[in-house]
């Protein structure tokens, strides 16, 4: 089993940045493809990026393209999100999650762990 830990949540104005960073647990972390969600009030879960076992697969949501970068080191067992031209539109809480799968999906339900979430709220 994968328990994940997200950190680096935070109170950001629009147009700064922020590194969001998952640490896992468990042994078999090499294994998983790793994706970053996030869920606004009201709102359904959706992908924001993702990358697979190998780190050279990597996708993005059209929203986030060219400002968000997804990262993992295997040796610390972590993935990171680094966060750029923040707006307020990507206020929501962002969870880390694991997927058996080779190749991310921006599907929710195909990952098997999901970590407890970390608020980021950017203002106008």
């Known amino acids: 089993q994968v328990q994940l830990l997200e950190s680096g949540g935070g109170l950001v104005q629009a147009g700064g940045s922020l590194r969001l960073s998952c640490t896992a647990s468990?042994?078999?972390?090499?294994?998983?493809?790793m994706g970053w969600f996030r869920q606004a009030p009201g709102k359904e879960r959706e992908f924001v990026a993702g990358?697979?076992?190998?780190?050279?697969?990597?996708y993005y949501a059209d929203s986030v393209k060219g400002r968000f970068t997804i990262s993992r080191d295997n040796a610390k067992n972590t993935v990171y999100l680094q966060m750029n031209s923040l707006k307020p539109e990507d206020t929501a809480i962002y969870y880390c999650?694991?997927?058996?799968?080779?190749?991310?999906?921006?599907?929710?339900?195909?990952?098997?762990?999901w970590g407890q979430g970390t608020q980021v709220t950017v203002s106008s």
């Open positions: 468990g042994r078999m972390f090499r294994t998983y493809s």
């Open positions: 990358i697979g076992w190998s780190a050279d697969s990597t």
């Open positions: 999650a694991a997927d058996r799968g080779v190749v991310p999906t921006m599907n929710p339900g195909a990952y098997d762990y």
